[in-house]
């Protein structure tokens, strides 16, 4: 499992080090371009929460283990997420 850490004193919130590679490679194309977004993360216990990330705050990510293989469906999934009005959720990865 990773971890992304979000904030100071940052606000760390735990997901499986699959999703945490391919959310990484979305925010940190956003804001390379400056685009601040809403991330939204559904809690295992049923809550869900919001952060608003941009450029001006700490951001970590913490890898559990080494991701190697990236799935461009996915991406482009989460791409389209984070461009959309609500923000980007984190969708279950398609498998074909």
Known sequence: MGHL?????PASY???????????????AKLRR?????LTI???D???ERIWLSAAATLR????SVVTD?????????IDSANSANGM???PEPTA
Request: charged share 25%.
């Open 34 to 38: 400056n685009e601040s977004f809403a």
């Open 14 to 28: 735990e997901l499986p080090d699959r999703t945490l590679a391919h959310v990484e490679y979305v925010i940190l």
């Open 5 to 9: 850490h979000y904030g100071t004193p």
């Open 42 to 44: 559904d809690q295992p």
């Open 61 to 64: 990510f913490q890898f559990g």
């Open 70 to 78: 990236i799935n461009r469906a996915w991406l482009e999934e989460l």
């Open 89 to 91: 959720r984190i969708s």
């Open 46 to 48: 049923g809550t869900r």
